[in-house]
């Protein structure tokens, strides 16, 4: 999910899970922290909860603060990328992440997913362990970083398992569904404006949706058990799911959402 201006340096090299390489960033290596400068980090349902938490703001000021809207690229979904900033005294061109100090990321335990592949990149939205066919992890091998001059070896598992990438994967696995999903549609099939905007609450301003479900028309539409109320009122992973779901069969009439008999069938919309 990283994307970057410097995507000419990625080495056509396709590994699997257990492909190994050699690698060890550190303090002491004198690139510290030169990866967190000019990259264009796209932002998950997940990295947002994480990132949102560790700093105590609620998810609108989060996006506001620290994020910039853009649309991705052949699916025309919007999502978030980390706002970069200028760096006093330094080149105009180049900007750095909001959170890199000198002695490190100041978010380390709860940086976003990409930060933890690095330098890995995956070929693939699906970022899970077992990829398909055509789907690998590349190195995204800059030239300023010198970590794989160093002498600690992983293999691509291992590497994951390390950074903490699983929870990441499993959670925005039904996320990553949908911007595949949406690549494979028809080119004429477009999304509405309102449904991108519900896209964008679900996936981002969960606050917003957890706003949606309780205090609009939402619970005198949809039939939604009590159980379910309870959790999502309470686990923000558990709104993301609900959300994710709703919208899958909002856009995709899939899965056991439930409107209620005695309201107006109102249309899925695309
Ligand atoms: S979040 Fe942390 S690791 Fe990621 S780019 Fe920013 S400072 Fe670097
Ligand atoms: S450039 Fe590479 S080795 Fe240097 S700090 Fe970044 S990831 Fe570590």
Known sequence: MKTTDRMASVEPVRLGPENTFKFKCHPGIECFTQCCRDINIILTPYDIIRMKNRLGLPSEEFLAIYTEPQLLEKTGLPVVTLKFLEEQGKDAQSKACPFIRENGCLIYDDRPTTCRYYPLGVASLSHKEDLADDEFYFFVH???CLGFKEDKLWTVREWRKDQGVDIHDQINAEWIDFL???RSFPPNMQLTE??????FMVSYNLDKFRDFVFNSTFLQRYEVD??????IKADEIAL???GLKWL???LFKEGDFKMKPDVDTIKPRR
């Open 142 to 144: 800059e030239p300023h």
């Open 180 to 182: 595949v999903r949406k």
């Open 194 to 199: 309102k449904t991108k905007q519900m896209f």
């Open 226 to 231: 009590e159980t379910t109320l309870e959790k």
């Open 240 to 242: 993301l799911k609900f």
């Open 248 to 250: 899958k069969w909002l």
